[in-house]
């Protein structure tokens, strides 16, 4: 009787913890990730208010974005390994950290190439610490069910950062000036540290918990990784590499960082100013953009776990593609129900394509597949660094952002039809998915 009444508390003792601590650490995750969106709102905002105190040119500021999309990028295989070697809280404590020096010392600037520093290389390797691989280390590790809805509502923590400081940031820089927009990112930035470093934990069993939706009997805890964290960010790299579908990968996450970050989060403000749109009313309809990319990215995270993702991902950048097209003829000095449709289609795109792209790199790399999408993602920001500066460039060049546009709009049908072409890895029986991953 004694080990009867034993095993029915150990069975029913489960039962009690009414929220799996995995979910306690996805909040967390997703107010890190809103936290460093601050920066993500920043430059579309303050782009005219710099030229208008400096005089620097749309070429110049554009420059500093694309270092800073660049670094973004490139950071973030690395961190993703860093993460596994040194712990999440660490690097995510640090990052935030560096997002807040690059915000607050940005207001002591005086030269161009200071912009170079606080919002290409601090900012740049802050954000970069926490892109979305550390969304993808929270989805991979401390759930098996719910992977996909997880790793969209993480996704859509920057959209949300987004929608609640892009209107405080465009409304601050013509109110009180750039330097009180920049000082509120970096007070929110390095309000989130204390939060990630109580909460944050590296894997369920640090929590005596096993992952969300895992079955206790087939459960086995992960290795914990050992030695270099460079080398097997690189090791992962060379790995990769030998296939095929990494590349179709890394070609079309990148067309997705040119026609997002590198264009419209960048460039749609100033291009919205070139038709006579006040800036405070282009910032809403970007922050617009953030509040139906929340949506879209959640959805986009429950389709990925029911549907085939090449397909979602087709369907995404098709979309895309109409919209650039037809943007150059729905700007002007006012909103019209046209560019309101066009901001609601954008944002349900905008960030979709994360959860079918993580996804797609799990199950072709297995347990790899953490710091391969950290290097598809540098590929995201590889592209939105080209087409920051690129679009700057044929902004100064033509008087008009209309070339830049459409070029967006022929690259998303490469993307969706390199999308289609990917091979997917053999079906694996569930038990042996989840061991694997």
Known sequence: MATDRAETLDDIAPRRRRIHPAWWVAAVAFLALLAAAGFRAAPGALMVPLHEEFGWSTTVM??????????????????????????????????????????????????????????????????????????????????????????????????????????????????????????????????????????LRDYPEDRGAIP??????????????????????????????????????????????????????????????????????????????????????????????????????????????VGLVLLPWLLSDVVHPSMVLFVVIYGLDWVATVPPTAALCREIFGDLGTIVFGWVFAAHQIGAAAAALGAGIVRDSFGTYTYAWWGGAALCAIAAALSILIRRAPHRAPAAAAAGE
């Open 62 to 199: 554009s420059l500093a974005v694309s270092v800073n999309l660049l670094l973004y990028g490139l950071t973030a295989p690395f961190a993703a390994a860093l993460m596994e070697r040194f712990g999440v809280r660490q690097v995510v404590a640090v990052a935030l950290t560096l997002v807040a020096l690059g915000a607050g010392g940005s207001v002591l600037m005086t030269a161009s190439w200071q912009l170079l520093v606080f919002w290409g290389v601090l900012i740049g390797l802050g954000t970069g610490s926490m892109a979305l691989v550390f969304a993808a280390t929270i989805a991979n590790r401390w759930f098996v069910r719910r992977r996909g809805l997880v790793m969209g509502i993480l996704t859509a923590g920057s959209a949300t950062g987004q929608l609640i400081f892009l209107p405080a940031v465009a409304e601050l820089a013509e109110t009180a000036g750039w330097r009180a927009a920049s000082l509120l990112i970096a007070a929110v930035a390095l309000a989130a540290v204390p939060v990630v470093w109580l909460v």
């Open 212 to 321: 969300f939706g895992a079955d206790p009997a087939a459960h086995v805890a992960p290795a914990r990784a050992q030695g270099n964290a460079a080398r097997r960010a690189i090791d992962g790299l060379t790995s990769a590499s030998k296939r095929p579908a990494f590349w179709a990968l890394v070609v079309a996450f990148a067309i997705c960082g040119a026609t997002t970050n590198g264009l419209i989060g960048i460039h749609f403000i100033p291009s919205a100013h070139d038709h006579g749109m006040a800036t405070t009313t282009a910032a809403g309809l970007l922050a617009v953009v953030g509040l139906f990319d929340i949506a879209g990215t959640i959805a986009s995270g429950w389709l990925t776990d029911t549907f085939d993702p090449r397909i979602l991902l087709v369907a995404y950048y098709g979309f895309r593609g």
